[in-house]
């Protein structure tokens, strides 16, 4: 991970920045899924806790072959008047690096009731004692909203920027561009 580009979202009167970081996003999932890469990796470097904000950048980290190949593909097609994508540059010397993460909610109660019954052979009554509505899990984490393009639903991507550390951790990233392990090179 030598190189990276940044994708900055322009000011728009037409679409709130969430939208469109939400389309930009999706797209580039899109991307990566048809380019089969696992070894670019993302980071939203404006991400704020509070509020919570991806923020209106997002960086690709790779080398600078694989970034150039990926962005030859045309997954940005009806985002470049919407955006400003930077040249492809070197990463700095002394930087840090995280692990950007994809976090599940566990917060589907009904769901988790189901799991239960499956597994323990409980009754349904038992298992709503067992997991109650209120075992419902919140997260306090920034979210991307996509649509899945097998269901068609919509639902929320949360992501956490775990803290940054001295060493690089190598690993492959998911077609989000994320990883539970990997890490990705922060400054």
Known sequence: MD??????L????EFASSVLLNTL?????????EYGASNIGVCFPDVTKRPLSLG????????AADLVSLMSQGWLTGMRDHVAVSEIATVPACVGYRVVRRVQAKSSPERLRRRLIARKDL???????????????TLRLPFLTLKSLSTGQRFRLFIEHLPVQDQASPGSFSA????????????
Do not use: C, M, N
Request: net charge neutral; hydrophobic share 45%; proline share 6%.
């Open 123 to 137: 009754t349904a009554e038992q298992a709503v004692l067992a997991i109650p509505d209120s075992a419902a899990e």
């Open 56 to 63: 209106q950048r997002l960086r690709l980290h790779s080398s």
């Open 25 to 33: 996003f999706g797209k580039l999932h899109r991307g990566l899924a």
């Open 176 to 187: 989000y561009g994320l990883s539970a392990s990997a890490t990705v090179p922060w400054f």
């Open 3 to 8: 190189s990276y580009l940044e994708i900055r």
């Open 10 to 13: 322009l000011s728009d009167p």
